[in-house]
């Protein structure tokens, strides 16, 4: 059992270019989230899904995009790379709509690190 | 705007010293939950607390829900260098689907 799987695990970029950061569940969850951790802030919700074809924004959603059209993945897109979106990025499920009831874990990746020049 | 205020940002402390760590806020979260996070690992979910003046214990942690449902505290007792991690409160309000984090608490025990 995978877990959450996060693909790239380190990324450089340049200014300007684009990528997606690509998270995969194999749990049949239906909530999923990106975070990024920066020194002293702790994590800050990017964007976050309730289930397939339904995404919201979170607390710092401007320079990202997401789209769920499978139960299974969520990726993060950067469309026009900025140093300061040089972060670490964690992706996080959970089964039910609700992840934060006692009964449901909010599950993490290991984390992609980015770094953009 | 950060919603969740952790304390201290840093903890250094000897083992078999005891610590809190304390999260607060001016909004009431309908649950609340602490994390630990080791350096190049994701966040490992530690306790969810739901009901006001909840307490809950796992070995030799306590988490506290305050009566108000407006912050939190973590004690450790006797800690151990194997205590040493970044630890996160993180409230969901409104029962939605966010989960905001506070800015975290790095503990350090040395043996």
């Known amino acids: 059992n995978a877990g959450v799987t996060q693909t790239p695990k380190f990324q450089v970029l340049k200014t300007g270019q684009s990528m997606t950061l690509q998270c995969a569940q194999d749990?049949?969850?239906?909530?999923m989230s990106w975070y990024r951790q920066d020194p002293g802030m702790g994590l800050r919700l990017i964007h976050y899904s309730v289930g397939a074809g339904i995404t919201d924004q979170g607390e710092v959603p401007n320079g990202y995009n997401v789209s769920r059209s499978t139960t299974e993945d969520f990726p993060l897109r950067l469309l026009s790379a900025a140093p300061s979106q040089t972060s670490v990025y964690f992706c996080?499920?959970?089964?039910?709509?609700?992840?934060?009831?006692?009964?449901?874990?909010?599950?993490f990746g290991a984390g992609s690190r980015l770094t953009v020049l | 705007t950060q919603l969740l205020e952790q304390s201290p940002q840093f903890l250094s402390i000897q083992e078999g010293e005891n610590l809190t760590v304390y999260c607060n806020s001016s909004?009431?979260?309908?649950?609340l939950q602490w994390y630990r996070q080791e350096p190049g690992e994701g966040p490992v979910l530690l306790v969810t607390?739901?009901?006001?003046?909840e307490v809950k214990k796992l070995k030799r942690l306590t988490f506290q829900f305050g009566d108000a449902r407006k912050d939190s505290s973590l004690h450790i007792t006797a800690a151990q260098p194997g205590d040493t991690g970044l630890y996160l409160c993180a409230g969901n309000y409104n029962q939605g689907g966010k989960l905001i984090f506070g800015q975290g608490t790095e503990l350090s025990v040395k043996p």
């Open positions: 909004s009431v979260f309908s649950s």
């Open positions: 607390v739901v009901t006001g003046g």
């Open positions: 749990m049949n969850h239906e909530y």
């Open positions: 996080a499920s959970s089964y039910g709509a609700k992840p934060f009831s006692g009964a449901n874990v909010l599950t």
